[in-house]
């Protein structure tokens, strides 16, 4: 079983920046890509960015040139850097992995409990 856990949410002023962490932990994985979503209040859950293992990423358009997606493998950590949030930008967001077990191989996803988000105008 893996545990995701949030941290670094919060209230932020609009034009400032708030950077998000999201720290794996468990035994007997590898993680593999990890992501952030995020539910915006009375909206669905939708993509924010995503990291590879190797470091390729992917950005939903609304915070391409504003939000980074960094990882430090050592410490099975994603980060979220968010500069110049939009209060469009309030939501609660959620970190997400996959992952590989061992010996077996299989592939499991998992999800943290979420972080909530507000950008103040």
């Known amino acids: 079983q893996v545990q995701l856990v949030e941290s670094g949410g919060g209230l932020v002023q609009a034009g400032g920046s708030l950077r998000l962490s999201c720290a794996a932990s468990g035994s007997g994985f590898s993680i593999n890509a990890m992501a952030w979503y995020r539910q915006p209040p009375g909206k669905q859950r939708e993509f924010v960015a995503r990291i590879t293992s190797g470091g390729s990423t992917y950005y939903a358009d609304s915070v391409k040139g504003r939000f980074t997606i960094s990882r430090d493998n050592a410490k099975n950590t994603v980060y979220l850097q968010m500069n110049s949030p939009k209060p469009g930008d309030t939501a609660v967001y959620y970190c997400?992995?996959?992952?590989?077990?061992?010996?077996?191989?299989?592939?499991?996803?998992?999800w943290g409990q979420g972080t909530q988000v507000f950008v103040s105008s």
């Open positions: 997400f992995a996959e992952t590989t077990r061992y010996p077996d191989g299989s592939n499991s996803n998992y």
